[in-house]
């Protein structure tokens, strides 16, 4: 669908460009010159949207391969035949890695990492405004795992019974391809907040399922808006339990 779009924006564009060059042949409205800016600045309005078109199709074909965009996509080039360019070489560099593929991602269900609240200063937090911080990282996942998606996030909370909330994922976290020396790729998305209580995990899909897999290696933020404040004095730990995706990397010998 984004391609037919592209095409036709392209096409109309170029039929566009043959009216202003045949206006300016003839030149015989003296209100040719404003409407030949109007058009030229209707032309650079929907260049730049096709750039940020063409930039996001970039973008994720980055998130999905966890490898840079094809150097053949110049996404600074200055004309719609330079932009389309662009466009094919994105799709044509999907069907390539997709063919390379290693296999299907495999699911993990309820991975958990655990948070100690033995610090005087996290429950004083949590008591003033019910917010805390959970710092998820690299080394608390399994060490030949990479391409980590995370699709749903269980929040279980040690020392009391019931609660409600939401949790927040900031929209910027690390991933790691497949080549396990490269240095991990960071993604910035919109932040997602999701509810979140004893009884449900958190989706962290987009809406009617269309699940967006965000890297569990970020900051999460926890807010509670119940019990009461002074109950969450209780609370001994915090565990996030991720489900998601993974890929594995063969063992070297």
Request: charged share 20%; net charge negative; hydrophobic share 40%.
């Amino acid at each position: 669908m984004r391609e037919s779009a592209l095409r036709d924006q392209i096409d109309l564009r170029k039929t566009e460009q043959l009216q202003l060059k045949h206006l300016k042949s003839v030149n015989a409205d003296p209100d040719a010159d404003k409407y030949l800016l109007l058009l030229n600045s209707m032309s650079d309005a929907c260049l730049e949207q096709l750039r940020i078109l063409v930039w996001q199709e970039a973008q994720a074909l980055c998130l999905w391969s966890l490898e840079p965009a094809p150097a053949t996509a110049n996404l600074a080039c200055d004309t719609l035949e330079y932009l389309q360019f662009a466009h094919v070489q994105i799709l044509e560099e999907f069907t390539t890695r997709l063919s390379m593929a290693p296999g299907n991602a495999e699911p993990f269900n309820e991975y958990k990492v655990s948070f100690k609240l033995d610090q005087k200063s996290a429950h004083a937090n949590l008591q003033r405004d019910g917010r805390i911080t959970l710092n998820v990282t690299r080394n608390q996942f399994e060490k030949d795992w990479y391409a980590i998606y995370a699709t749903k996030v269980k929040v279980i909370v040690n020392g009391i019974r019931h609660f409600t909330g939401t949790v927040t994922h900031p929209g910027r976290g690390t991933f790691q391809g497949a080549d396990r020396s490269a240095s991990p790729m960071t993604f910035s998305m919109i932040p997602r907040t999701s509810s979140a209580d004893d009884q449900t995990p958190a989706d962290l899909g987009a809406q009617e399922g269309q699940y967006v897999g965000l890297s569990p290696f970020t900051q999460w933020l926890l807010v509670f808006t119940t019990p009461v404040p002074d109950l969450l004095k209780h609370i001994t730990s915090i565990d996030l339990a991720f489900s998601g995706t993974h890929r594995t990397w063969t063992p070297t010998i």
